[in-house]
């Protein structure tokens, strides 16, 4: 995980069905096993023909769903408390701001047995 300091990495989306995709960062856990291990996670919400649901925590794509090949890049900034999320294809950006000063770490939620994606660094 990450605390301080300048971190990035880059997914590829393998694979996205109609199913919702979560990416971005999330704390680890301070609670019992039924949360498996996970608090709040701050990220990127997008899924095929729907934008999502915007939350204090969640931001949905305005340009769209991610599609099949899409790579997003991730630049956490520990320091400043910020982690700004681009889709290279379409070149959308959003920061998410405010973020805790806990130990965050990548974070990846996929809803449908056919949805992949690829870990860059």
């Known amino acids: 995980g990450a605390q301080r300091g300048h971190h990035s990495w880059n997914v590829r989306i393998n694979q996205s069905s109609a199913s919702q995709i979560f990416l971005g960062v999330v704390e680890k856990a301070r609670t019992t096993k039924a949360s498996r291990g996970l608090t709040q996670a701050y990220c990127w919400y997008g899924g095929v023909g729907e934008k999502g649901r915007v939350g204090q925590w969640e931001k949905s794509l ?60």
């Open 62 to 121: 305005s340009k769209g769903a991610f599609q099949k090949d899409d790579v997003v890049q991730f630049d956490l900034d520990c320091d400043q408390h910020t982690l700004t999320i681009t889709n290279l294809r379409s070149d959308e950006t959003d920061i998410l701001d405010n973020l805790p000063s806990a130990e965050l770490f990548p974070f990846f939620s996929l809803f449908h047995e056919n949805d992949g994606l690829s870990l860059i660094w």
